[in-house]
């Protein structure tokens, strides 16, 4: 059956089209955002990296001085350190047991410091946070870089120590147990030591950070005599590596220098 109609004519036939102007598209604002600008240079895909922050909840008060669990304690403290100082002396012997990166000692140093935060104890924390911290600024050298171990865990006694300094969270600003704005949980003669730790900390984690020097120079010199070749871009960790220790800094550097007599000058 034919699909013609009746009278035999076809619509489509013989039909007269008028000139319509062809309109130009129009964009909204948010689609001409998000077009690139002619002008724009390369777009970085290196995000920066931070490290994860995990404070575990502390105890509601100090433990009670003399007493068992504040023995028990100190006991804890002590055969930590012993233990991270046995592993880094067989990794220097070479021995089984011995640390085999930084990954390990910052984990050591972690938990320990985790479990001094957690006792919410001022009298055992300062001390044994400032001995962690030295521990690991003198071993830094010794082991290959490794910047996420590394950071996270200079992350995490920059805030520790500030915290104890401060007497507060440095984030909520929620006092700590056992603070008391009249009696600082800090001796100056302590903030003078962790500041000493925190600039030689410092200076050593740039001293082992993978350095642009001049392995590449000559390589391909005089093929195209173009200036305009593009800099290799920073990892993401770099500007993190560039805070370390920065709370605590900021904090001593509002404080003033250590005097002669090795306290810090207060107004």
């Known amino acids: 059956m034919s699909n013609q109609p009746a009278d035999g004519y076809d619509s489509d036939e013989d039909v007269e089209f008028e000139d319509v102007p062809i309109q130009p598209q129009r964009h909204s604002s948010a689609d001409l955002l998000d077009r690139p600008s002619e002008h724009a240079g390369p777009v970085s895909m290196i995000i920066p990296w931070a ?33 991270i100082n046995s592993r880094h002396m067989k990794f220097q012997l070479g021995v089984d047991g011995r640390y085999t990166g930084i990954q390990q000692l910052a984990d050591d140093i972690e938990g320990i410091a985790d479990m001094l935060w957690e006792s919410a104890t001022p009298t055992i924390q300062v001390e044994g946070l400032i001995s962690l ?9 010794s082991y290959p870089f490794d910047p996420q171990p590394t950071l996270t865990i200079l992350n995490k006694l920059d805030y520790y120590l500030t915290a104890l300094m401060q007497g507060e ?31 030689t900390t410092r200076t050593s984690l740039f001293s082992v950070m993978p350095q642009d020097d001049d392995e590449d120079e000559g390589e391909g010199e005089g093929e195209t005599g173009d200036d305009d070749q593009e800099e290799p871009e920073m990892p993401g960790w770099m500007m ?16 003033g220098d250590p005097n002669e007599t090795g306290e810090f000058l207060t107004e």
């Open 51 to 83: 490290p994860a922050l995990n404070i575990p909840p502390q105890r509601e008060a100090p433990l009670a001085p003399g007493s068992n669990a504040e023995m028990q304690l100190r006991g804890r403290l002590s055969a930590g350190i012993d233990r």
């Open 240 to 255: 993190q590596a560039s805070r370390v220790y920065e709370r605590v800094l900021m904090l001593l550097g509002d404080l």
């Open 133 to 141: 911290a030295g521990l690991l600024e003198r071993n830094l050298r």
């Open 169 to 199: 969270h440095p984030e909520s600003n929620v006092r700590l147990p056992g603070a008391d704005a009249d009696r600082p949980l800090v001796t100056p003669t302590q903030r003078v030591r962790i500041r000493s730790i925190a600039e």
